[in-house]
């Protein structure tokens, strides 16, 4: 029987979702324009940390405005929690998302693990890695300066919606905490 | 700032998403058709038992079909594992999905907890509710009769394809299995 | 060195604190009046379920309330999640809980594994155990009849803030209550 | 390069280990003389429940002394906890063991489960299945009558030294229990 | 209806309770005496690591021992396991605890996260900060020098009498100590 | 009642299984010919990171391999996964594992946590401990280069099968690998 849909995948933590990511998905959605994408959110769970400071909801609510804003269509966004077992991570994504065709990702570890289970991997060309960059985005949001440009627009609006720049302040390692809060 | 979506949620474990679960998500889509409809898949993690014989990923796919072939719009799709702890569910789903602006649901726990955690709970009519019944359509599929009218055509033509009624037949509760199998 | 407290422990889930546990505890406390007794609130994780309603939090206030309004002393409170390893039960509790000289407890399981792990168990006499079962009185709960002369006046007055009749009505087994709810 | 070993798989949760797995064991050993065999033990992490009164060490030493007893051969012994994720539960067990080239079990889902993965199943025949079943033989250790004769003698011995029919008469579904034990 | 205690919240890891965390007790006691305050020990599942060498249990008798020697009270003392998802942390803590009237806490995160969902936070001063740090005891403790007067005397004899000045030598970070060992 | 079998244990994560370990393996053999023993494979649930690249089904593989080649018997492998809590290991372990009599490490921390639950622990001579270290010959994978000579003949071969070098070679920490990967 014939497929209903062909399928690609992308998994970010998207921690923000900057102009870097919107350009890897422009990329695909232009280069086969009949598939529909998956967007995995990983480590889902996390939220509140300096390398996951947005919940998956946020980031969720982040690309969602991006797309729309951008008139991409076809898009499916998904929140993957960490299983935090490499070996199985495939065979659970499998377990959870309908079948997929073709995985994206510039990451060698996703690409080892995918091409193992029999998959085709491609890496999409990255525009400018090293202006957007999610690590680099969350320090100039902890001093506030200069990530407006490194985001989408309504990606912008949203996050000081929230006052993330107050958010990365607050989490940022430099910043001295006390002993008495949650754990990690 | 203006909301870039509303946005309403149905939850279901949709074992198998029947003809009573595409009537639903019409009416929700015709009452109100400029918002999103998120639907999660419930017990996400669960598959190959009497009660969820379905991967999230079937289940995912027999929706992806269904409303495609529907031309329903503006509708999203998101796993659902369960976290066991009901207390803690609304607040769960709050940090894995974007803003949410109604509830759509008949189970009156649902409603009770998205209420005390102050939600709009609307209570969708349903069809013949007696006839679209999970557990009833499993029990056809277990004996392969009389089940094929009761799901979309193209979520008929997925469950051949990917032979449930053999599973179905396997899982079903009378069936003598032994004791050696993997355990819940 | 001298211990600091000698300290006897009483493991429940209290759903709901009832007058027969106050009777337990009462006599617990005037047959060694120098004592700590540790309350432990079993099942900790567990609510809105019908062999569970009350989140671990409800109980602990139900708890403080009797115990202040009997003037009962030295008595600790502390909510135990399930931990699903019985082999591994007491080791467990032993890493939470400060130490303990003395288990009550009229489970035979509970017992088993207590002197298993070199403790004194110690059957406390229960006065009407007929009459004063949790089962029961959230029976009597769900239809709002006959409960309040069961528990003591002032976790009669707590449960009625919190609506728990109506509660327990929707959680009943006998309630039909539809296939879209977080599922445990 | 040619694999070390050719192994076979046969998972159990033994509780207890009798002479009916005994007899399984001892007819694979003989067709496939030189072949290992692992003995997976199942639900690993369960114990002190009527479902499964011993835990994964006891059952590994019951395994262990029986099959010493019969002097049988190339025999491993694996504890293996649940998953609760059938979907993932091949891959799960592949992750942890070495390879395994035939799967030994007469449980319909085992099968389909390692057939769905590619693996080539076998049905060992059962000798006198009724008679030796699991729930049987539990059902008399609880009422200490007529369980000697279905174990392999040094089970039989061990489960004396470990007082395992006082143990079950306490684990019983029929015993009243009383509610203040841990729960599962 | 009347709350029948207001209540404060102080969450901590205690590893070890020292003089600071002892002088913060005392003022908060002091400055609110009618209230009840609740020391939350964080972190509660951990133990035997250079963060957190000390297990729940072994923190709430140093607690209690220190409490009670300085007449302290309306003290309660809790567990609290991590749940490693911060942005359910408060809500997890409100489905195990009694209702919270005020938070204390100089942790920006903690008070940041209970400040989202509502609460009050106040903050305590601290005498001395430098002086009482945790890392800094531990420290002290690993060279058995220098650590007795910086903690409560009850608690620097308990600390003796389980010989915390040899766990804390072996778990210094400095310490060459193979690679078998259990794993974190 | 006389213990069917006197049982030793080492501990130990087998990342690779080298010839250290095999010659503390041979050691043990020849101290205590009659004795079995067990190696538990430590951070089961881990593989594909730079600490733990193997899963435990390969480490399992490379031990079967070397103890076959080197003709040693009554040796027992078990996976063992992380529980994350020091203070139940030992009884974790004595739940999943027959009757230990003696444990062999030269870790401090696995030494004491088995003494303090009552265990007998030898060091076992180490030869060569610089020369003989996984993390070590873990780098020296990952450069292809003079690993060969320092695991036993059969591991070398194994592992060049499965193309250890490569997978070490991506795992390394100093290797550049994008953001969008599965997450531990």
């Known amino acids: 029987m014939r497929r ?6 992308l998994v970010g933590r998207f921690q923000p979702f900057h102009s870097g990511h ?27 940390t300096w390398e996951n400071p947005f919940t998956a909801g946020e980031r969720f609510e982040m690309i ?11 898009i499916e966004i998904v ?6 077992q490499h070996a199985l991570w495939v065979r659970h994504l ?18 080892l693990l995918f091409e193992r289970a029999g998959y085709e991997v491609a890496r999409p060309a990255l525009r400018n ?10 320090a100039r949001l902890a001093s506030d300066r200069g990530w407006k440009e490194l985001v989408p627009r309504p990606v912008a609006r949203y996050l000081e919606t929230i006052d993330a720049p107050a958010r990365l302040a607050l989490l940022a390692p430099n910043v001295r905490r006390g002993t008495d809060g949650p754990r990690r």
């Open 22 to 48: 919107l350009g890897v998905v422009r990329a695909i959605r232009a280069g086969r324009p009949d598939d529909a994408l998956l967007l995995g959110i990983g480590s889902a769970q996390e939220s509140y």
């Open 64 to 74: 969602v405005r991006a797309v729309d804003d951008a008139a991409l269509e076809r």
């Open 4 to 9: 209903a849909t062909v399928r690609g995948l």
């Open 79 to 84: 929140p993957l929690a960490d299983i935090h």
């Open 94 to 111: 499998e377990g959870l998302l309908p079948p997929i065709d073709r995985v994206y990702t510039n990451n060698a570890l996703t690409a």
């Open 129 to 138: 890695r090293a202006r957007f960059e999610g690590r680099q985005i969350r």
